[in-house]
């Protein structure tokens, strides 16, 4: 069975983030806590384990997947982010939001759409933000469950479910079960895509152009 390691975001032990790291490094799959809901994550320069993400998670490829970043210059490498949408990403992260940009070059293939957009996060959760830090490289942020199949926030039930098919996993305790907001910024236009967790307050009045 899976080892599961007990994170306090409050007081992060540094040989934990390091064990995941490793794992990562490795090509391995972990399960990780967000700001938001559990995700299934990976380095996203390893195509095998983006594959054994999917695999686990019954996914079609043609259905992309967003990732981590650690700050808004990270960002900036896998996305083109207009002056518009650096201000509100600026606003928002980091938070319970995932931003659809047009990808740069930097981002895997495998993981932008057929518009080359992409999905980018930056969780206000510590966990993820050091994970991202010390690998050197985004995760890969999907939400831990199989696809068309309830959210999981606990983490017994979490590791009964998918514990067999990843490599370690992180836990702080149950977790919301809302998932983050998506917010399209493509072409300078506001589109939300999905309401989640997060204050939509703001992003309702610039995507009514208010």
Same mark, same amino acid.
């Given at each position: 069975?899976?080892?599961? #390691?007990? *994170? ?12 995941? *790291? ?50 808004? @210059? ?14 509100? #990403? ?9 931003? *659809?940009?047009?990808? @740069? ?21 510590? *966990? ?6 010390? #690998? ?5 942020? @999907? ?9 999981? @926030?606990?983490?017994?039930? #979490? ?52």
């Amino acid at each position: 069975m899976v080892d599961m #390691l007990t *994170v306090d975001p409050q007081n992060l032990k540094g040989r934990h983030i390091s064990r995941a *790291v490793e794992v990562l490094r490795s090509g391995g799959v972990i399960i990780y806590p967000t700001d938001t809901i559990y995700g299934l994550g990976c380095d996203i320069t390893n195509k095998e384990a983006i594959d054994r993400i999917l695999q686990i998670k019954g996914r079609s490829h043609n259905k992309p997947m967003s990732f981590v970043c650690a700050d808004l @210059t990270n960002v900036s490498k896998y996305a083109h982010v207009s002056n518009h949408a650096y201000r509100i #990403l600026k606003r928002h992260l980091p938070g319970p939001y995932t931003f *659809v940009l047009p990808a @740069t070059r930097e981002t895997p293939r495998i993981l932008q759409t057929k518009r080359k957009t992409v999905g980018l996060r930056v969780p206000d959760h510590p *966990v993820p933000i050091r994970l991202v830090q010390e #690998l050197g490289n985004p995760i890969l942020s @999907t939400s831990a469950n199989r696809s068309d199949e309830d959210v999981l @926030t606990d983490p017994e039930e #979490l590791k009964g479910m998918l514990g067999a098919g990843v490599d370690l996993m992180l836990e702080c305790g149950r977790l919301p079960v809302m998932p983050s907001s998506v917010i399209s910024l493509l072409d300078d236009r506001v589109e939300i895509l999905r309401e989640g967790q997060g204050d939509l307050t703001d992003l309702r009045r610039e995507a009514a152009g208010e």
